[in-house]
């Protein structure tokens, strides 16, 4: 599945964008943990993933994913988007 970052969520992975290997679809929780452990120390300044990725609003190919039990799909496009200035 394709992972892509944006503003601080980037920062904190130290990448735009990631293949992240799926076999099978998993949950936003699930996927939330295997993004943690990809990324366990965030760069110098930043906050680490851990940190940044409760607060991020997710995009399921293109749509808002609010449900952390929805199963993702292997062949889905993943947007992880942290609050921007004005909330």
């Known amino acids: 599945m394709l992972v892509r970052y944006f503003a601080a969520a980037a920062a904190s992975a130290g990448t735009e964008q990631e293949e992240v ?9 699930e996927l ?6 990809l990324h ?3 760069p110098p300044g930043e906050k680490t993933l851990a940190q940044v990725l409760p607060q991020c609003s997710w995009l ?3 749509v808002r994913h609010k449900d952390q039990g929805a199963a993702i799909v292997p062949a889905a496009t993943v947007d992880v988007l942290p609050p921007f200035a004005g909330g």
Do not use: E, I, Y
């Open 21 to 29: 290997a799926a076999h099978a679809a998993m949950t936003r929780s």
């Open 32 to 37: 939330q943990q295997v993004l943690t452990t």
């Open 40 to 42: 366990p120390v965030a």
């Open 60 to 62: 399921v190919n293109g």
